[in-house]
């Protein structure tokens, strides 16, 4: 077992503090999770993990890495959908 970093977990780890900055952002209350940079920093963070998954495959990961991807879809849809409205 070697400890060098590959390229792909540089990846997951960007995915990861993309996650963690969001969420911090969030609890501050600098970024509110009804704008729409809030899924659309998660949607990367997810794609970034998954991009890692690829390489060293776990599924639990994945499964929640996929829903996590789906829901920041659906809420950047719906932040889409209300400022057309607004």
Not at 17 to 45: C, H, K, M
Not at 71 to 82: K, T
Request: hydrophobic share 55%.
């Amino acid at each position: 077992m070697g400890s060098d970093i590959e390229p792909y977990d540089i990846i997951g780890f960007a995915g990861a503090a993309i996650f963690v900055g969001t969420y911090f952002a969030n609890q501050q209350r600098w970024l509110s999770s009804e704008d729409w940079r809030f899924p659309f920093l998660n949607l990367i963070g997810a794609v970034l993990i998954l991009i890692s998954l690829i390489f060293e495959w776990n599924y639990p990961s994945v499964v929640i890495e996929v829903f996590w991807a789906l829901i920041s879809i659906y809420g950047l849809v719906r932040a889409r959908r209300e400022r057309a409205a607004a």
